[in-house]
């Protein structure tokens, strides 16, 4: 099998309801798009959600790191290329890179992925499905960004709460991955976006949230422009902990 034949490439518009007031795709948007490139990748290569649910499994993100020069404007056309990095046990890395309409990679993506039992929730040896077919999609593709990082918030007095509704639960019945990302851009004044944007934003995923359940939101500035997020539910539980880095 070819390098090529192993990274998948998927087509976009900058839709007018995607896009800030600047024009710009909005990160949660962009997000959304890189896990619906990851489900087309895997499900063309036997490895989808559909097929994983008759066998009770899923897949779940467990860390996203996106590094931008700039995000695509309102009516451009752009493409998400991904593909499988490397294939442990129980995780596997898969990578993005973002092409603007004149074919320049404007950003890359980083990805950390486990699947787990439906009803255990425990992960899954990944080398010992379909006896360890996904190895073949490895793939020796440059993404030259940082992996995730380890992300620590010392601050202790909350910079928001909200309650979980249902705009922010998925078909699995959590709080959806995109959502915590949108509700952590949101703890930022609209100024910030007006003079500043975002050069490298990072999630790291620990625990699921529900419907009903309050989430606080703890932020530290630990750099100038760059801003470190926890999110907690119902008071002590991390759910999910980010990097924002502003330019």
Sequence with gaps: MSENSKIGTYNFVAEPFHVDFNGRLTMGVLGNHLLN???????DRGFGIATLNEENYTWVLSRLAIELDEMPYQYEDFQVQTWVENVYRLFTDRNFAIINKDGKKIGYARSVWAMINLNTRKPIDLLAMHEGAIVDYICDESCPIEKPSRIKVANTDPSDKLTAKYSDIDVN??????????????????????TKRIRRFEMAYVAESYYGDELSFFCDEVNENEYHVEVKKNGNEVVCRSKVIFV
């Design 37 to 43: 490139c990851a489900g087309f990748h895997s499900a």
């Design 173 to 194: 019945g959590h709080v959806n991955s995109i959502r915590y990302i949108e509700h952590i851009l949101d703890l930022f004044p609209i100024d910030f976006y007006k």
